[in-house]
């Protein structure tokens, strides 16, 4: 229910709207110690009315930061691959799925984002708690789960919009708080176990 209606709300976002928020995200997220630190991020390429990801990718590349994308299994887990500008994404289509743009170069391996600093996840509400509430696909709850079991610990980033901060979100055992949200109007901060 609560997908559903936050899916409704982003789907109605215009263009302008899409754009002035990826400017507003990038900005705040640059200014995050865990990116400013950070020599390999795992991210993803938005879709849609998603929040928008590829200033910041840009700017993070143009950082020196290794940027980690993923690319979709068929299982729904995800393999990676390294973003080396937009010309290095390729859109596929995955069944009845949207088409969604991936690193078109070598393929790096589920666990190498056991690599990663930093990890940005898509998402699209987090709580007070810092709980995140995904697609319900599962593809970055098996991400979250191969981190823990490679004792890897990555600063977890959601990037959301300002209306997508909510006051709870249902969750389930194996859910992880992130540590931080980025919105079009700032950063906020969770402590573990708030």
């Known amino acids: 229910m609560l997908r559903r209606e936050l899916l409704s ?14 400017a507003d995200l990038a900005e705040h997220a640059l200014d995050l110690p865990e990116l400013a630190q950070a020599r390999t991020v795992a991210a993803y390429v938005s879709v849609g009315t998603e929040p928008g990801t590829l200033a910041l990718l840009d700017a ?20 990676w691959g390294t973003y ?4 290095s994404l390729t859109s596929v289509q995955h069944g009845g799925k949207m088409a969604l743009l991936e690193p078109s170069g070598e393929r790096l391996g589920p666990d190498a984002v056991t690599s990663a600093d930093a ?6 509400a987090v709580d007070a708690r810092g709980m995140r509430l995904g ?6 709850d098996r991400v979250l789960a191969r981190l823990e079991r490679a004792q ?11 209306s997508e901060v909510v006051e ?9 708080p992130v540590q931080a949200v980025v919105t079009p109007s700032g950063v906020r901060r969770f402590r573990p176990g708030s």
């Open 135 to 140: 697609r319900g696909g599962g593809s970055y």
């Open 152 to 162: 890897a610990r990555p600063a977890l980033v959601v990037l959301l919009y300002d």
């Open 119 to 124: 990890v940005l996840l898509p998402g699209l």
């Open 168 to 176: 709870r979100v249902p969750g389930e055992a194996h859910d992880r």
């Open 84 to 87: 080396d500008g937009p010309a």
């Open 9 to 22: 709300v982003r789907n109605r976002l215009t263009a302008d709207v899409v754009r002035d928020a990826a």
């Open 60 to 79: 993070l590349r143009a950082r020196g930061v290794r940027v980690l994308l993923p690319a979709l299994l068929p299982d729904n887990d995800l393999d």
